[in-house]
């Protein structure tokens, strides 16, 4: 579904794709939709468990685990063969053809802001950004720019996007 997307992956796709019987599938998926929501709940379960080692490492500073996190995603990325970010893609395709969808992939990416806003207000505190820095706005433009450059990396098939938006933005953010 990353490579090609919701629509254009049939369930015969993925059966091929995993050899296993039709049967297989449909003991553990009700639906195709059944399918691709769980496949969001495993690909933000693998997201939530880099944020733990990233983000909430506290033995590092905050803005070197935020650089951290997006080293990491960057480096999946990179290792799929820039194909982007599953929720954003997913999102893209998504987004007007239910709610459930949209609230799910909305909920992840939430969860990602949300982790990115306490590196950011702890770095504020510890005067590492300028003191009217407002974290949860920060979080939120990191996580929708770092969205764009993900689909600008797939498009280009380099790393160079996501690793520049992360860089400038951190870069404009930091006291000096």
Known sequence: MLERG???????????????PRGSFYHHFATKEDFALQLIDAYAEGVHQLIVVTLHDTRRPPLERVRAFFAD???AYKNEGYLGCFLGALGQELSGAGETFRL????????IADSLAACF???RTRGDLFQGA???QMA???VDTWEGAALRSRLARTVIPLEGVVD????AMMMR
């Open 168 to 171: 400038f933005y951190l870069n």
């Open 140 to 142: 939120e433009v990191l």
């Open 73 to 75: 995603v960057g480096e």
């Open 6 to 20: 919701y629509h254009a992956t049939g369930v015969q796709d993925i059966l091929s794709a995993a050899a296993v």
């Open 134 to 136: 407002n974290a949860v």
């Open 104 to 111: 799910k992939i909305e909920g992840c990416l939430r969860f």
């Open 121 to 123: 207000e702890e770095a």
